[in-house]
């Protein structure tokens, strides 16, 4: 059975730092495309960043120069480090994973999904 775990969310001063960890298990995704999605409250779940099973990176454009992603092929881990967090940021974090070719902002092309984790960033 394919699982996704996060870890790494919690409660942070705007201007403050986290990182979120996703740990998937079951299956190699080596191969898979990994990335961050998140969801604010009323408002849809939206791609933050994700990478390639080549290394190729895409970033939303409000978290570009603050966020970073990063992935350990041989561990099926992927990460997320969040930097000048904004109260904006706040939402659920969800990790998934893709086995399309190309990066897909649409959320109906990922195959798997983490539970998620809250990030709360306070003003």
């Known amino acids: 059975q394919v699982q ?3 870890s790494g969310g919690g409660l942070v001063q705007a201007g ?3 990182r979120l960890s996703c740990a998937a298990s079951g299956r190699a995704f080596s191969n898979y495309t990994m990335g ?3 969801q604010a409250p009323g408002k849809e779940r939206e791609l933050v960043a994700a990478m390639s099973s080549g290394g190729t990176t895409i970033y939303a454009d409000s978290v570009l120069g603050r966020f970073t992603i990063s992935r350990v092929y041989a561990k099926n881990t992927v990460s997320l480090q969040m930097n000048s967090l904004k109260p904006e940021d706040t939402a659920v974090y969800y990790c998934a994973a893709s086995s399309a070719n190309v990066i897909v902002r649409d959320q109906r092309f990922w195959d798997y ?4 984790t809250q990030v709360t960033v306070s003003s």
């Open 113 to 116: 999904w983490g539970q998620g």
């Open 4 to 6: 996704l775990g996060e």
């Open 36 to 38: 961050w999605f998140r």
């Open 16 to 18: 403050g730092s986290l």
